[in-house]
């Protein structure tokens, strides 16, 4: 009389994450003109913007930023007056550039480590889809030497190679409550790698608008050995081996971008920049457990993602000799189709606005300020595989600051 | 001037700053044409708050009329009272709490038997004896009285007033039984409210299913219909507003469908390969049994004990093993066959042809929990992202006696009579957060 009662616990935590997560945050002059600098040259930060350009700089930089990130999400879940929002933690995307060449020389160097992707949100253990999210802490780090060359006074084209190191820490409450009535929790944690690589092509055109083009290469990134750690209830403990590890392979899109630098008159510059990127890559994801149980098993979620567009718009006025003010703003699609919205980073339409100031600190130092307001648009949706249903609306405010030393 | 650029500058920052977190707008709470002032719930051990096989503080608190209340609050709901255990006796009637699962992945459950609120036990003759409960005095807006058939509600047909019969029911009253002379349909319907819900009847079929068609009976379709019509105008006399909810389908809850047929001749056949059926009592005709094989379409109850399978039993033709021969079937009361479903059935299908037709008369909101229960037994049901099923235990929906609901299911049954009462009334009481109800508990 075995078995009469298994107990197939169809209890498998899925995790969803990576939506929406890119970071557009490279630069804090480039900020402030609503992050453009495909098209045009402002400092060392043309190692991200446009490898191609780098070897047009008329200087050599080494600079540093830092925009602390404020990510305010709010959900209403469906049929409620419930109004869950995100708990106030701060992001620290940063930057570094280096871009060095002889004097007057056709080549450069560059190197730069910069954060393109990532999310941290935390939306608690009491709220309505704690099942689907407590909180995710998701940073990919870009290193990337680069060389580029002038081939002519009018062009230059470059390339690097781009290293990504990436970490994950997901949390999630499991349905399977203990004596006390408390949920357990399913924890994701760890880091990997991927390698990937980007070029760009910069020209002067003889009517002095310059053109630039780049293509940034998709970064697939494993973790090929992060800890899963669960809390379950004593009696269930075996259903969900300790220790246990997971591999998961994460699709950081490939973007290529077209920009645009135009100089009406001394004083100004105009930048537009238009990016493409290629979530279309994001059809899965999969997570593959070392040790596997009936309760536990590697899981497949489709994602589905489709191509996303970004526009962006942005100025410079040179006010005096030592003062820069700069404005901007743009507007980005949604890589995340209808029925596939999580609370990892509730993606949806963007639009933002940018503002910044620069100053000459002394003859070699810039400092610069840049403040990014993005709104992302209301979205109501019913999640297909979690059910989840409700409306997110999110604000994020990034302020920023860096140094760049040039000579 | 130049202090009036500044006042903007602050204004505008603090406006900035309040900014920071967005809010969705949300439509204004209304009651629409109903009035949730005075809420009161009628019904048996579903809405008293019933689970894993007894009557406690943690299941009454967890009751759907008491979710529905709490979500009616933003809707002027008023205060909503459960004859609630104290917590020295928060116990009650005692109930089966999972203490652990054997090798083979069955579950160990314990019945917790400290801290309960017995009273006595009364012997009634030509009745049995009737477990009495530590009284309850004080207002009251949970009417559900575990047990409790629509049957019985006017006492009509009863040796005594049902109230003398039914320990959860006498605990209500004052005096004691067998004195007791109150009606359920009058208790319900003495103090006036504004608002009802009724979810009655699920007894006059289900003791007859549960028993295996041995211990019980099921209420005549016709004396079902009248009683009902009877209650939904004795509860709408004032022009009350309510909600009802239809008879579930027996055979969609675990306790017919976690124990079958097939998994018993499985285990069966890995001792004795050459066993081919097990053998029943089952219904033909009327009140005629006879022996047969037993099939998939023949349900096992949850509390039958497997062990009793193949073990030697006394019978005309000598000793013989239990379950494995026509002369010694498996007993009736363990066995829900396939003629006695038809049978339950039929009798549902009518009952809730009538709580359909009696509140479409009468212009009540109907939770249709029929087609729900079906729709969760066939399909399941995913909410929050966690996934639910009609499942026993991993289902997380049906408390340990595989016929009441967990928090996690009673706060969703409470959220199917919330849109129900919202789609009729035009109100928008908020649905409740299944995700801070919990499913069994795990030790």
């Known amino acids: ?407 | 001037m130049k202090t009036f650029k500044q006042h903007i500058y602050i204004i505008a920052g603090l406006l900035l700053l309040g900014a920071c977190k967005p809010d969705i707008h949300t439509p204004k709470p209304s009651s629409g044409s109903a009035d949730f002032s005075r809420y009161i719930s009628v019904g048996n051990s579903l809405t008293a708050g019933y689970a894993d096989g007894g009557l406690y503080l943690a299941g009454q608190l967890n009751s759907y009329p008491s979710i529905i209340a709490k979500q009616m609050q933003s809707v002027g709901g008023g205060a909503f009272t459960q004859p609630l255990f104290s917590t020295a006796q928060a116990n009650g009637s005692g109930y089966l709490s999972l203490t652990g699962f054997n090798a083979d992945g069955t579950p160990i459950t314990t019945p917790v038997t400290t801290n309960l609120a017995i009273r006595g036990l009364l012997p009634l003759p030509g009745f049995g004896n009737v477990t009495l409960y530590t009284k309850y005095t004080g207002d009251l807006n949970n009417y559900g009285v575990p047990g409790i058939k629509l049957l019985y509600i006017t006492d009509a047909g009863l040796p005594l007033p049902y109230a003398n019969l039914n320990g959860y029911f006498e605990r209500l009253l004052p005096g004691n039984s067998p004195t007791l002379t109150t009606s359920y349909l009058d208790f319900v319907t003495a103090k006036p409210f504004t608002f009802f819900s009724n979810w009655l009847g699920n007894n006059d079929a289900l003791l007859y299913a549960t028993s295996g068609g041995a211990g019980d009976f099921l209420t005549d379709e016709n004396t079902f219909a009248q009683l009902y019509g009877l209650l939904i105008s004795r509860l709408t006399a004032n022009g009350q507003k309510g909600v009802v909810a239809t008879i579930p389908d027996v055979t969609s809850i675990p306790y017919f469908n976690t124990i079958t047929v097939g998994a018993i001749l499985g285990g069966v056949q890995k001792a004795n390969p050459s066993v081919q059926a097990i053998f029943i009592n089952a219904l033909v005709s009327g009140t005629t049994y006879a022996p047969r094989a037993a099939t998939a379409k023949d349900l096992i109850v949850l509390t039958f004990p497997t062990s009793k399978i193949g073990q030697p039993v006394s019978t005309p033709y000598g000793m013989l093993p239990y379950g494995l021969t026509p002369y010694s079937p498996i007993d009736n009361q363990y066995v829900l066959d396939e003629n006695e479903i038809a049978l339950t059935q039929e009798h549902v299908n009518s009952y809730n042809a009538n709580i359909k037709s009696i509140a479409a008369a009468k212009g009540l909101a109907v939770f249709d929990a029929y087609t729900f229960l079906n729709n969760v037994k066939q399909y399941g049901l995913v909410e929050n992202g966690v996934s639910l099923s009609s499942a026993y235990i991993s289902g997380g929906i049906f408390s340990l006696d595989g016929v009441h609901l967990t928090p996690r299911g009673y706060s969703i049954v409470a959220n199917e009579f919330i849109k129900a009462i919202n789609a009729k009334y035009g109100s928008n009481i908020p649905l409740a957060n299944v995700s801070d109800y919990s499913g069994v508990k795990f030790p």
């Open chain 1, 1 to 407: 009389m075995r078995k009469l009662l298994l107990l197939a616990l169809a209890l498998l935590p899925v995790f969803a994450f990576a939506q929406g997560f890119q970071v557009n945050l490279e630069g804090q002059k480039q900020i402030g003109m609503g992050h453009t600098g495909t098209g045009i040259l402002q400092d060392g930060a043309s190692v991200f913007f446009n490898p191609g350009a780098v070897a047009m700089l008329p200087q050599n930089y080494i600079q540093a930023g830092v925009s602390p990130l404020f990510y305010k999400s709010d959900f209403n879940p469906s049929g409620t007056s419930i109004q869950d929002h995100n708990a106030d933690k701060i992001a620290y995307p940063f930057t570094f550039y280096a871009a060095w060449g002889p004097k007057a020389s056709f080549w450069k160097l560059g190197l730069a480590v910069y954060t393109p992707f990532g999310g941290l949100t935390d939306w608690g253990d009491t709220w309505q889809g704690k099942y689907v999210l407590e909180s995710l802490n998701l940073k990919a780090i870009y290193i990337q030497p680069t060389i580029s060359i002038r081939l002519a006074d009018f062009l230059s084209i470059g390339g690097g190679f781009v290293y990504n190191r990436g970490s994950v820490d997901l949390t999630q409450a499991l349905p399977l409550a203990n004596s006390s009535g408390q949920a357990g929790q399913a924890e994701l944690k760890g880091s990997g790698k991927g390698y990937g690589w980007n070029a760009g092509i910069y020209f002067k055109t003889e009517s002095g608008v310059t053109i630039g083009i780049t293509h940034r290469s998709q970064v697939n990134t494993t973790i090929p050995n992060g800890n899963a750690i669960f809390t379950v209830p004593t009696s269930l403990a075996s259903s969900f081996p300790q220790p246990n590890t997971f591999s998961s392979t994460i699709p950081l899109p490939a973007v290529n971008s077209i920009g645009f630098g135009f100089y009406p008159c001394s004083k100004w510059i105009l930048a537009f920049d238009m990016n493409l990127v290629g979530w279309d890559a994001y059809k899965t994801l999969s997570f593959d457990y070392k040790s596997t149980t009936p309760a536990l098993q590697d899981t497949h979620e489709p994602r589905n993602y489709q191509d996303a567009v970004s526009l962006r718009g942005g100025a410079q006025y040179k006010a005096n000799d030592k003062l820069f003010i700069r404005f901007g703003g743009g507007y980005a699609s949604t890589a995340v189709m209808d029925g596939y919205v999580s609370p990892e980073a509730p993606d949806a339409n963007r639009v933002y606005v940018t503002g910044g100031l620069g100053y000459t600190l002394a003859k070699h130092l810039d400092l610069d300020l840049s403040f990014e307001y993005e709104h992302l648009m209301k979205r109501t949706q019913t999640n297909f595989s979690t059910q989840l249903s409700g409306t997110f609306e999110t604000n994020v405010y990034i302020p920023g600051i860096s140094l760049a030393y040039h000579w």
